[in-house]
């Protein structure tokens, strides 16, 4: 298995200003992702982050919004820029292991006012 | 395109009850993953099970099994004698084994199932 943390694990923002999301991985794993879950919602990727490499964002998510950054395989951020009152969900960090397990941190739950 | 449908929305049972959660899918590859996931009220989701495509034996962990039926591309949830910490939504998801770049690996879920277990 793998652990998986994250911080902040819950914020309140105003909107307008960035959050920045840290996902750190307790072993080195090739393959890291971002999902959001709006309330009462299911998951939906955001991007896979890309170790070396910029990262593949779903449709309808940009880079400009939802910056990622991999500068190694056990770390991983996810910013929110410019923030909306839409963009109040949980964001988790998932990994996949060479198992073909995957695993999801503990959540970001964010509020944006 | 891939897909996962879990019909069931809410499903309330009263606790000692069996329950059972469906899923079915779609998918185009032939080597594919399924996995369930539980997120309880504290929001973080548990990882339950992964099964392999080309394995279709039945699994049991405790008062959990699955039953995956490829003949009707399903892979549904039984909790045996519910009770009361098993209420959570529950999540079917799948993932392709295909070799597609860097999004190799990622997971379409279902849009989940809440369980609601009375005491």
């Known amino acids: 298995s793998a652990v998986i943390s994250q911080k902040p694990s819950r914020d309140i923002c105003q909107r307008g200003t960035s959050l920045t999301i840290q996902c750190q991985v307790d072993s080195q794993v090739t393959m890291m992702f971002w999902y959001r879950q709006q309330p009462g919602q299911s998951l939906t990727l955001i991007a896979t982050a890309n170790q070396g490499s910029e990262a593949t964002y779903e449709s309808g998510f940009v880079i400009d919004k939802f910056p990622i950054s991999r500068p190694n395989l056990t770390f991983s951020t996810l910013t929110v820029s410019n923030m909306s009152p839409e963009d109040s969900s949980i964001y988790l960090c998932?990994?996949?292991?060479?198992?073909?397990?995957?695993?999801f941190g503990p959540g970001t739950r964010l509020t944006v006012l | 395109a891939q897909k996962v449908t879990q019909a069931q929305t809410e499903i309330s049972v009263v606790e000692k009850e069996d329950v059972t959660l469906d899923c079915v899918y779609e998918?185009?590859?032939?080597?594919?993953?399924l996995f369930w996931y539980k997120q309880p009220p504290s929001g973080e989701l548990v990882f339950l099970i992964r099964r392999n495509s080309f394995d279709e034996q039945n699994e049991i962990s405790g008062r959990y099994s699955w039953n995956f039926q490829k003949s009707t591309s399903s892979f549904n949830f039984t909790i045996t004698a519910s009770q009361v910490v098993d209420s959570a939504v529950y999540f079917c998801a799948l993932s392709e084994a295909g070799g597609r770049g860097s999004t190799l690996g990622r997971l379409y879920f279902g849009r989940g199932t809440q369980l609601t277990v009375w005491p």
């Open positions: 998932s990994v996949r292991t060479s198992g073909r397990e995957q695993f």
């Open positions: 998918t185009r590859d032939t080597t594919y993953y």
